[in-house]
């Protein structure tokens, strides 16, 4: 393997690792301090998600693009190893929730009972993940300095306008999977998400290239 292409798989491995400590151990942090009010907890979640997100792209985007996403990877990397970033986007996924349950004195891995199985979340999921790739879209063509700031406001609204509080990402989805605190969802309900997560990212894919086309007439 290239070198370089082991940097892009180091910086996705840990980019998508610390993205997932952060949702999780946000959650875990504001559920306890929240004691019991919700909406608390999830503008705690929230703003966490975003600043994280803000700086990862930042940071990690001139390495490997800063994707953190296999739906995003499956649908528009173009340069590199797209299998070999999906299972880096796994791995630190996972890891990342180990971390976030250490740090809180929890079980590394926990089976998730929260149960995320309505049709309106399946469709909450599909409506996030295809503003975030259609803001990654758009945002790299017309406004490639504003995307870090983009894609955090987008998961900001995405939280809070969406009935499944926006995950948009299959590695997310499934690391979430081994948490049984605020940010997790039952195992059985991750296949649908991850369905509709990509479902969600195509059709963004097809629409901003439509958008994106220029007329030859």
């Not at 803000?54 to 990690?60: E, H, M, P």
């Not at 990877?73 to 299972?87: D, G, Q, S, V, Y």
């Not at 986007?89 to 990342?96: E, I, K, S, V």
């Amino acid at each position: 393997m290239a070198r370089g292409m082991r940097r892009v798989l180091a910086s996705e491995m840990l980019g998508t690792g610390v993205l997932v400590a952060t949702v999780i151990g946000s959650g875990i942090m504001a559920e306890r301090m929240a004691v019991g009010n919700d909406a608390v907890a999830l503008l705690g979640n929230t703003a966490a998600t975003a600043a994280v997100l803000y700086v990862l792209i930042s940071v990690f985007g001139p390495i490997s693009g800063a994707q953190f996403n296999p739906a995003v990877t499956l649908f528009l990397e173009r340069r590199h190893n797209r299998p070999a970033m999906i299972l880096a986007q796994a791995a630190g996924g996972l890891l990342g929730a180990m971390l976030a349950h250490a740090m809180f004195g929890l079980p590394l891995v926990q089976a998730s009972q929260h149960v995320r199985a309505t049709q309106g979340e399946w469709l909450g999921e599909a409506v996030a993940t295809f503003g975030l790739v259609l803001t990654i879209r758009l945002g790299a063509r017309y406004r490639p300095d504003a995307v870090p700031a983009l894609v955090a406001a987008w998961i900001t609204a995405g939280y809070w306008f969406t009935s499944s509080t926006s995950f948009a990402n299959p590695a997310v989805t499934l690391a979430r999977t081994l948490t049984d605190s605020f940010s997790g969802i039952r195992a059985s309900d991750a296949p649908a998400f991850v369905l509709m997560q990509l479902l969600g990212a195509g059709v963004a894919v097809a629409l901003s290239g439509w958008l994106m086309k220029k007329d030859t007439a």
